[in-house]
């Protein structure tokens, strides 16, 4: 009887060790859950980045503010019959433009 219990001790260890330490037991379970659960958090970042480009894609396409927003910020543009204004910072250096200097009203009158 002493034996029977040894022999069937024996084969239920051996029965639990793949399930335990083996390719596919719990170690690799556990592991394969925590891979499954980072790639569900990429792809729910991935897709909220694809929501707001397809909003941004669609604004562009429907919309005309989102082009003169753009026109505006990117490329300084702006609209027939604006002025615009541009205050720099004490420690800014401004534009290297040269812009021709206006005449007094006192030159005009000489010439």
């Known amino acids: 009887m002493r034996l029977l219990f040894l022999v069937l001790l024996l084969l239920a260890l051996i029965i639990q060790y793949p399930l335990w330490w083996g390719k596919g037991g719990w170690g690799r379970v556990h592991e394969l859950q925590k891979q499954v659960a980072t790639q569900h958090d990429t792809n729910d970042a991935l897709l909220a980045r694809n929501n ?57 009158k000489g010439n």
């Open 52 to 108: 707001a480009l397809a909003a941004e894609v669609q604004d562009l396409k429907t919309g005309t503010q989102a082009v003169e927003e753009r026109a505006r910020g990117e490329l300084g543009m702006v609209k027939d019959g604006e002025i615009f204004v541009q205050i720099l910072a004490p420690h800014e250096k401004g534009p290297s433009v040269s812009t021709p200097a206006l005449a007094s009203p006192e030159q005009k």
